[in-house]
C-alpha cells in the first residue's frame, strides 16, 4: 500500500516493475512483517526501517544503489552484518538502538562515511579498525572502554563517544582531522592526545573524573 501510495495508484490497478524505477527514498510502514517487496524498488538510495522486526537483512541485497540506510530501533539476525558490506554503494548507516553488542561482519562495510551506532551495548570496536572513509562516527551510550581501534581513522571529523566507559581518549591523537568531540560522561582522568587535535572547534569532556 505505501509503494502504492508513491506512485500514486489505487488498490485495484496492476502496478509494473518500471512505475517502481522512479522511486529513490522510501520509509518503510510501521508494522511491517514482510520486506521482499524492497527487490522491486532497485533505484533505492535511501531507505528508512525504524522500529521493526526484520527477519533477515537479504532483503536488502538487491539495493545495490542505496546509500543511506536507517535501521534504528530495529532488531534483525546479527550474522546479518556481512551483507550490509555487499553493499557497493551504502555510505551512511545508522543502527542506533538496535540492541547489538558485537559489530563482527561489519567490518567489509569499507565504503561507510557516516556510522551512527548509539544506544547499543557494544564494547569492541575491531571491525571498525578498516574503516578509514568515515568521517562522522557515533558511538554515544554504549560500553566501550578502549578507543584504540580508532586511532587509524584519520578522516574522522565528528566523533561523538559520549556516556561510555573511557579512561583516556589519547588514542585519538592520530585523528588530526576531528574538529568536533564528544566524550562526556565517561571516566576520563587526563586529556593526554587532545592537545594534538588542534582543528578541534567543539569539545565536551563533562561528567568526568578530570
Given at each position: 500500500a505505501a509503494i502504492r501510495e508513491l506512485i500514486h495508484t489505487s488498490a485495484t490497478t496492476t502496478v509494473y516493475?518500471?512505475?517502481?524505477?522512479?522511486i529513490t527514498e522510501f520509509t518503510v510502514p510501521e508494522g511491517t512483517k514482510d520486506f521482499s517487496d524492497l527487490a522491486y524498488l532497485p533505484n533505492l538510495t535511501s531507505l528508512t526501517i525504524n522500529n521493526l522486526e526484520i527477519?533477515?537483512?537479504?532483503?536488502?541485497?538487491p539495493l545495490s544503489k542505496l546509500v543511506v540506510l536507517d535501521l534504528t530501533g530495529c532488531s534483525f539476525p546479527v550474522d546479518d552484518l556481512k551483507i550490509?558490506?555487499?553493499l557497493p554503494s551504502l555510505s551512511s548507516l545508522t543502527m542506533?538502538?538496535?540492541?547489538?553488542s558485537t559489530l563482527a561482519g561489519l567490518e567489509s562495510a569499507k565504503n561507510l562515511t557516516l556510522l551512527d551506532l548509539r544506544g547499543n551495548t557494544l564494547k569492541k570496536l575491531d571491525p571498525?579498525?578498516?574503516?578509514?572513509s568515515l568521517?562522522?562516527?557515533?558511538?554515544?551510550?554504549?560500553?566501550?572502554?578502549?578507543?584504540t581501534v580508532l586511532s587509524g581513522l584519520t578522516n574522522l571529523v565528528k566523533l561523538n563517544v559520549g556516556f561510555n566507559a573511557l579512561t583516556s581518549l589519547?588514542?585519538?591523537r592520530s585523528c588530526?582531522?576531528?574538529?568536533?568531540?564528544n566524550a562526556d560522561n565517561n571516566q576520563i582522568t587526563v586529556l593526554d592526545g587532545v592537545e594534538a587535535l588542534t582543528g578541534l572547534t567543539t569539545l565536551n569532556v563533562s561528567y568526568n573524573k578530570l
Open positions: 516493475t518500471d512505475a517502481l524505477w522512479d527477519p533477515s537483512l537479504e532483503c536488502l541485497t550490509l558490506g555487499t542506533a538502538e538496535c540492541s547489538l571498525l579498525s578498516g574503516m578509514t568521517a562522522e562516527l557515533n558511538l554515544q551510550n554504549n560500553a566501550v572502554t578502549d578507543l589519547s588514542p585519538l588530526t582531522r576531528l574538529t568536533w568531540l
